[in-house]
């Protein structure tokens, strides 16, 4: 092979694409809570999970809940009645008079056995009734107690390492909500029919007892083991499981598209999609065996018990220790507790594994509260005249250096603040701590003299108008994007006020219904906007709001020339009441600015007007240098 022939080879090799990174963290939420615990202590758990299934089942529809009490009662009281009949039964059909009279003897009994039948099925029809009241509520309120709890978390808690896979677990939670209702009353109605049965044939031979509790409880046994073998897979595959669901959206949303076609990454996507989808299965294949030899044992074991409960049968028949009409009698409640028990044990089993997920849930709502803001019960109230930061330090979780360390600051109303510096320097976390998204470490930021770590949070962002530099797109109508479902009037007349402050009316007038239309192209009937529009609207919805804080982030940073000097002059002619912050790497742009600060490292290395800045000879200089070099 020439040299030639090696360099061509070379070059036409492709390299693998890497596979995807093994996430794992450690802290409290890297510890599987059932490592440690006994089977005993998971067994204990089933009457807990019954209880907090009562609890909410009552909160969310107690009229249902007592409908289900009451067709428990009726399916034990039906099961009672239907063994008792049949053992009458039984005398006169299995004696030796005319089949007539034996019929008409037996008739009553009959008739009582086909009644206590028909009262247990209008018993389970009606808890099948029950069960749908209760379960689409309380999935809907477990659903929205989940998704208020991120929601209301500090947002410093988004950067905590687990945070986000410990929602993913939560997420199951809720899905096993959809089927816990039904799974804890199959479980209370099996139980019930067993005690009934075991109370009848406790009657008719006390030895059959326990000979079919032995039968049944490897069976439960093995259902509790396989359970926590399942909920161990769960759990280690959490963290693949919440990356391979975002790659999905990421791969398959048409606001993506385009980037993902364009770069030919839709082969490495689906690389990374397939790498963790297999890395899941792997998990779950290594566990096969395991629940596969749980399964055989606890088979086996109960096999034996149950041959040896109908040995004992047998022969306590043919030894005439119990009469043909007891023993027929004795076979049907055999098989009914037998029936009733295997129920209890996939039920109850089903039970223990929901109290794992419901565990997550619980877990994760409890964490998520503590995450809850308290700063105190002060409110702000407007307008604002000064907001001040004093000596302030914030350090994200999991970090090495301050994002933000030792900044002091005054803030006026009236005046434009602009804040520049380069890409990491702390610009867009001093504006979360000016809003109080975030809390300083140390040091404080005060509104009006009143400090932010004691006043009620809501009533800070009430007078807060922000254009992050990431922001939404949500999918709802024109209207809604711009009031962010907080109208101020019943007519329209600011919602068309603020559209016109950011050159958007043209734009909003040609869509097919105008205010009224779905910004949503992947819906029927949805519209979609450009970057540019959709970056005007943002601006739009901090204008509507008229905040005592407007501060804009890279506001616009998609915008042509004449939409971007059109949003600057009008934030310069509204800037008399209120306090306004500038984020932007366009110096240019801050010449509205009264005073500009520029950031390096987290903290301000130079600030003044523009003017002095440029000659300065500092890094806005620079900066500014650069950009006009481009």
Not at 81 to 87: E, N
Not at 235 to 242: E, L
Not at 464 to 485: K, S
Request: net charge neutral; aromatic share 6%.
């Amino acid at each position: 092979m020439t040299s030639t022939d090696t360099e061509k080879q070379q070059l036409t090799a492709v390299p693998s694409p890497p596979p995807p990174a093994e996430f794992s963290y450690s802290g409290q939420y890297a510890v599987n809570p059932l490592a440690e615990v006994s089977f005993r202590k998971m067994c204990g758990q089933i009457p807990k999970v019954l209880h907090r299934i009562a609890r909410l089942s009552w909160q969310t529809d107690r009229r249902a809940v007592r409908l289900l009490i009451g067709c428990q009662a009726l399916t034990g009281l039906s099961a009672a009645v239907l063994l008792t009949a049949t053992a009458r039964a039984m005398k006169p059909i299995l004696g030796t008079d005319a089949v007539a009279e034996r019929l008409r003897d037996a008739l009553p009994a009959l008739l009582l056995v086909a009644v206590a039948a028909a009262l247990a099925r209008a018993a389970g029809a009606t808890a099948t009734y029950a069960e749908r009241r209760i379960t689409p509520r309380l999935t809907t309120e477990t659903d929205t107690a989940l998704v208020e709890a991120v929601c209301r978390v500090e947002a410093a808690a988004y950067s905590e390492p687990g945070f986000a896979d410990r929602q993913e677990a939560a997420e199951m939670g809720v899905l096993r909500t959809q089927v816990m209702v039904t799974d804890a009353q199959r479980l209370m109605s099996a139980l019930i029919r067993m005690i009934t049965a075991g109370g009848v044939l406790s009657v008719l031979n006390p030895a059959m007892l326990p000979l079919l509790l032995l039968a049944v409880l490897p069976a439960g046994i093995g259902a509790v083991l396989a359970a926590r073998v399942d909920y161990e897979i769960h759990y280690a595959n959490v963290s693949d499981r919440n990356v391979r669901g975002m790659m999905r959206w990421w791969s398959t949303t048409p606001k993506y598209g385009d980037e993902v076609r364009a770069n030919g990454m839709t082969d490495y996507l689906l690389f990374w999609y397939r790498s963790l989808s297999e890395r899941c299965d792997r998990r779950t294949l290594a566990a096969a065996p395991r629940t596969l030899r749980i399964a055989l044992l606890s088979s086996l074991a109960g096999g034996v018990f149950l041959v040896l409960t109908w040995a004992v049968l047998a022969w306590l028949a043919v030894t005439g220790r119990i009469g043909i009409a007891i023993a027929a009698t004795a076979v049907l409640a055999v098989q009914t507790m037998l029936t009733s028990l295997s129920q209890v044990v996939v039920n109850g089993a089903a039970v223990f594994h929901t109290s794992l997920y419901l565990g997550d849930m619980q877990a994760f709502l409890d964490a998520a509260a503590e995450r809850a803001p308290k700063r105190g019960k002060r409110a702000v109230t407007g307008p604002v005249d000064e907001i001040r930061l004093d000596e302030v330090v914030y350090q994200y979780p999991g970090k090495k250096t301050p994002a933000v360390a030792g900044v002091s600051l005054t803030l006026r109303r009236g005046q434009i603040l602009a804040i520049v510096g380069t890409n990491g320097s702390g610009k867009s976390t001093l504006t979360r701590l000016l809003t109080g998204i975030n809390l300083p470490d140390k040091g404080k930021v005060t509104w009006n003299g009143a400090d932010l770590a004691e006043v009620d949070p809501a009533t800070v962002w009430r007078h807060t108008g922000l254009v992050p530099q990431i922001f939404a797109q949500w999918p709802l109508r024109v209207r809604e994007n711009v009031t962010l479902g907080q109208p101020r009037t019943v007519d329209d007349g600011p919602v068309w006020e603020a559209v016109d402050a950011v050159g958007m009316r043209e734009a909003v007038e040609e869509l097919p219904d105008r205010l009224d239309t779905l910004l949503a192209r992947e819906l029927f009937g949805g519209a979609e906007l450009s970057g540019g529009q959709w970056q005007r609207l943002a601006c739009s919805r901090a204008l509507y709001r008229r905040p005592s804080l407007l501060i804009l982030d890279e506001p616009t940073s998609q915008m042509d020339p004449r939409g971007e000097h059109g949003i600057f002059e009008r934030i310069k002619a509204i800037a008399g009441d209120r306090i306004t912050v500038v984020v932007t790497h366009r110096l240019e742009n801050t010449r509205i600015a009264d005073h500009i600060v520029v950031m390096e490292h987290g903290r301000i290395t130079e600030q003044g007007r523009y003017e002095d800045l440029v000659h300065a000879g500092g890094t806005f200089a620079e900066l500014l240098e650069l950009s006009q070099d481009r």
